[in-house]
């Protein structure tokens, strides 16, 4: 009762072998939000301000804290991830700030830590929310006097390190439960930056599955994979509770179950297809007798539009604006309330122009 022999011959290979491009991640989107967030990496990228991250898991806090590492004048310099949720408490601070031999048990080496490792680059302090109290005043002393001291040491080492802090969870909550320190929160959140959820910037969906799509055809240029409009249409729709990772990870997954590299809604999950919602509404080529809500769709097709025409441009507004004839202050008012063209999105919009 052999039921061996070729397991999963359906499903296509996709070769992981070739490296992926991680070192520069872009920062792909064109969402109202994503351009201002754009703006103000720009702006803080240059100086060495103390910057927080906020945002839920997956929505790309790493990816922004990536960006302002490449856009500072350290982005020849180690750019260093530290999770401090992942790494045991007892550990954190010798893994930070580096150890003297016998400095507690098993530690039977001097040990350099993350922030000399960083030397002349960023840290990225990730799940900042996790680190222990005692190692939050010593944090702050870092950051008020640029200086660390190993474990078991009585020697302040100077260290020249941008410090990048994420948080998952709203940080000024843990500091009104008294599980984070008030003065390290406001050293910290010099410059705030919020990262939105994936569901309040629905019109980066089909962008970000193109890129990611893109991502793997790198990898295997023998497949040009295509998502069809139903399919791209429930993928708008889904509420993405893992933001863009989950995005990323269910591309990547139907990328490889799908069939003649087409994309389509048969190969979605349950949860993708149980909750349908009208997330792009069909423009309709003469008015149906039952009529139509001229609003919202004057609105979807504009914001398509709007979208497309970014997308032709590679995100130039100017190009933009004048692909739709459209004068370019027109143009930038018009891409502020398209992010209303996003399912459950206010009914607010009046045409001014
Ligand atoms: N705007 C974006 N453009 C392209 N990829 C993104 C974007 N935001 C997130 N990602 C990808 O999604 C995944 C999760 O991002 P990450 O920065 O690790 O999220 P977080 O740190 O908020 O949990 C990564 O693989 C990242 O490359
Ligand atoms: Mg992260």
């Known amino acids: 009762m052999s039921l061996s022999g070729k397991a999963g011959s359906e499903v296509k290979r996709v070769d992981f072998e070739r490296p992926v491009n991680v070192v520069e991640k872009a920062l792909i989107g064109q969402h109202p939000a ?31 804290a990536r960006a302002i590492h490449s856009m500072s004048q350290r982005h020849g310099l180690p750019f260093v991830p530290v999770n401090c949720a992942a790494i045991p408490r007892d550990l954190l601070e010798s893994e930070m700030f580096g150890h003297e031999r016998g400095a507690f048990t098993g530690a039977s080496g001097t040990r350099q830590g993350l922030f000399t490792a960083a030397g002349g680059g960023t840290i990225l302090l990730d799940e900042i929310g996790a680190m222990p109290m005692e190692l939050q005043a010593k944090l702050l002393r870092v950051l008020e006097d ?15 390190v941008r410090v990048i802090a994420a948080s998952n969870t709203e940080l000024a909550a843990a500091v009104r439960k008294g599980a984070f320190r008030e003065d390290l929160f406001y050293r910290l ?52 509770p893992g933001n863009v990772r989950e995005l ?72 933009a604006a004048k ?9 930038a008012a018009k ?16 045409d001014d122009d």
């Not at 909750?275 to 008015?287: F, G, Q, Y």
């Not at 692909?323 to 143009?331: A, E, I, N, S, V």
Request: hydrophobic letters at 40%.
């Open 189 to 240: 959140q010099v410059v705030p930056i919020v990262v939105p959820p994936m569901r309040e910037r629905r019109s980066d969906i089909p962008l970000l599955v193109d890129h990611f799509l893109e991502c793997i055809q790198a990898r295997t240029p023998a497949q040009k994979i295509t998502v069809t409009r139903e399919a791209m249409v429930q993928l708008w729709s889904y509420d993405w």
């Open 34 to 64: 994503i351009m201002k967030l754009r703006a103000l990496i720009e702006k803080v990228a240059p100086s060495d301000v103390t910057i927080l991250i906020s945002g839920e898991s997956g929505v790309g806090k790493e990816v922004v």
């Open 146 to 160: 640029g200086e660390v001291r190993p474990v078991g040491s009585d020697r302040w080492t100077r260290v020249d």
């Open 248 to 319: 990323e990870n269910m591309v990547e997954r139907l990328a490889i179950l799908c069939d003649d590299s087409t994309i389509d809604t048969r190969i979605l999950p349950p949860a993708l297809t149980s909750k349908p919602r009208p997330a792009v509404i069909e423009i309709p080529a003469s008015l149906p007798a039952g009529g139509v809500n001229l609003q919202s769709l004057v609105r979807e097709l504009e914001g398509r539009l709007i979208n497309d025409a970014l997308k032709q441009t590679a995100g130039n507004k100017q190009a």
């Open 335 to 350: 891409l502020r309330r398209s992010g209303v063209i996003a399912p459950g999105a206010a009914d607010d919009d009046k």
């Open 323 to 331: 692909l739709l004839g459209l004068k370019r202050t027109t143009f």
